[in-house]
């Protein structure tokens, strides 16, 4: 925060109206207006930081989205990342470069989406960094949690015999969902206090790709079942069915968290879910290496199918 | 982290060649390689966090600038606001959008500027975001640290009576130290041990200006004493004296922390000085608001003489 030497009018006038809406928060003593903020985590618990930066023409495109929506995917995609860690969100912290024009009125609009994510998970905003230039819009949010009851909630810690659950239906995202998901803070919560999470993180690439993290990361394999897999009312319904799965394995952007837990507490989670939703089954972790999938058929490998490109 | 769903095959070769030169550090129990980072802060301490954007055309010069500097200096900054704070910095996170011709090199080079820098101060590098676009570089940093001793120095901290001090001349960083500058982490761990510092901030933006800060924090005035105000070598030695002082005083950049104390601690200090360095002492807060400099021929108004254009 400060520190560049070259604030512009502009910017400070920003910056107060960005200052008069931060609102007091009980474990933020100190948010914008100093050299760096404070913060006060609980007690015994670790502190988790993740940080996302999106940019105009690779992540959305200023003009054809709303700038609301720019702003909430920028915070919610951090919040799906302490989901996954199975923390509670306590700060965010939001950098942005503005384009020359009328980036006062778009940094408006990107606080009014951001802010109200915020509000919604009692998250404060406490500094961050603004900036205008002649580049296109660069927004990069960066997120300060907490663990709950001390616990660390891995990718490695998958184990063979654990089930393997998702918090929602998958595929379709990229046709809108993907602006507006919630991200799973509070489900996070609820099987965090309720069950003993082995592995988890948020499904960003799509299930194919992202399982793979947790099997390397854990030296575990996995066998899905095709059937269970859940599909999401926003994968095109006319779809043969195999192409239905396919999607729903490969589309990205769910944000819906995948996790492991042991089958005592699989069947004690599917016994008294948490209220407002139900966890899915969809797989079990193996001794054997690699990933499968189970279907009408008989059992195959299931390909990664995310999308790779190359830069040089 | 993770999180977007379109990450490239030049972009995990990237994190990888990343992650195999991350450390261990004790206090990032899980750095680079999961959904986030997890930091486990002293107990009783609060956790410091800040951050800064660099852009290629506003802070630097891609092709002007060794990248090995422009990586350097959005950890220095960061690190300077953590000084001005009184605290130690723990574990920076590092996102940056790179040109997709030549980004990996580039990235490479930044890197290796931002960890010589962060091995100095034993931070650890616990995780970022890796991009690649067509725009131009920007990078954005974001450290995390934790107060010494339990003790939060704020701007708001400055009574009247105080005195003023530095850690260093001022003036002429433009012409290069701007790039290479030694953030005063060391000095303001020196400090707090020390002596009761009530109030700190670095200067980004020259001290005529940045004072302003502190006065306006605490409620408070100050006047400085023209003679006292020491002036870089960097500063061009052919300018009148009026001159080289207006320079120290507005050129900005210096990145040098300016702190008060209370008379017996700043009496205290400059009796039992820090090892290796002198606090410079080069005014005093007055209960009269606003900021004035004493010459050999009088005391006048001091402008703030900071740099400020229009964004619209």
Redesign the interface.
Known sequence: ????????????QLIDWIRRRSSHHRQV??GI?????????T??E??????????????FIVGQTLPELIGRKALA??L???A??G?RPL?A?I????P?????ELAQALWTGISELAETFDVAI????T??????L?I?V?L??E?VGGR?I???GARPGDWIFVTGPLGGS?SGR?LAFMPRVREALDLVQRVLVTS???L???IAS?VRHILD?SGVGATLEAHSIPIHQDVDHSLPSSEKLQRALTD??D?ELLFTVSPIEGERLLAHPPKGWMPIRIGTIDEELGCRLRTKTGVETLARG???????
């Open positions: 925060m400060s520190g560049l030497g070259e604030f512009q009018r502009g910017e400070f003593p100190v207006g100093d050299d760096a903020a404070l913060l006060a985590p007690p015994g670790e502190v988790i930081v993740t940080t996302d930066m999106l940019m105009d023409g690779r992540h995609v951090n799906s990342d302490i996954a860690m923390g700060a912290f950098s942005w470069a503005l020359r024009h009328g980036g006062r406490a500094g961050g960094d900036n205008s230039w002649d580049g296109p660069v990069s960066t300060v949690g663990t660390r891995l990718r490695s990229l993907h988890m993180l948020d960003s690439d799509g992202d990361q990205g952007e944000f995310g999308w790779e490109h190359s830069i040089d």
